[in-house]
């Protein structure tokens, strides 16, 4: 199963036409104080649109690790922007959703800075003695 937040119906029908083997469910923000194992549960009853938030969610749960590899591949390559990607955990499924995604926001601007300081030393290796 896989869940989207922040993504735009075009983009929804993109995930679903090529990840067409997975259930793909969209959580509306009337969900944001939810335990995720609720959301889990609910899914295919969920009404409304995932586009309310300026950050684009993809949480998979129930994949095996092939899975995960093979949906990451793809949906890179439709060229969406910057996506959050996440697992379920046994630890996650106890959260609210409005505390996951707090905790993978932080995560992702780590990650972002990470990126960020790896690309300036590259730079700077590559300008070492040039003068």
Same mark, same amino acid.
């Given at each position: 199963?896989?869940?989207?937040? %922040?993504? #735009?119906?075009?983009?929804?029908?993109?995930?679903?036409?090529?990840?067409?083997?997975?259930?793909?469910? *969209?959580?509306?923000?009337?969900?944001?104080?939810?335990?995720?194992? *609720?959301?889990?549960?609910?899914?295919?009853?969920?009404?409304?649109?995932?586009? /309310?938030?300026?950050?684009?969610?993809?949480?998979?749960? %129930?994949?095996?690790?092939?899975?995960?590899?093979?949906?990451?591949?793809?949906?890179?390559?439709?060229?969406?922007?910057?996506?959050?990607?996440?697992?379920?955990?046994?630890?996650?499924?106890? /959260?609210?959703? *409005?505390?996951?995604?707090? *905790? =993978?926001?932080?995560?992702?601007?780590?990650?972002?800075?990470?990126?960020?300081?790896?690309?300036?030393?590259?730079?700077?290796? =590559?300008?070492?003695?040039? #003068?």
């Amino acid at each position: 199963m896989i869940l989207l937040i %922040g993504f #735009d119906k075009g983009e929804v029908k993109a995930l679903r036409d090529t990840l067409n083997e997975y259930r793909i469910y *969209e959580i509306p923000e009337y969900c944001r104080d939810w335990v995720l194992q *609720e959301i889990v549960e609910k899914a295919e009853k969920l009404e409304g649109s995932g586009n /309310w938030h300026v950050r684009k969610f993809f949480l998979m749960h %129930g994949l095996k690790d092939t899975q995960v590899r093979e949906a990451l591949e793809k949906v890179k390559a439709l060229k969406m922007g910057r996506i959050i990607f996440a697992t379920t955990t046994p630890t996650s499924l106890t /959260w609210t959703l *409005e505390d996951l995604m707090r *905790e =993978l926001i932080k995560e992702d601007e780590h990650f972002r800075e990470l990126e960020k300081r790896k690309a300036s030393r590259v730079y700077l290796d =590559l300008n070492i003695g040039k #003068d």
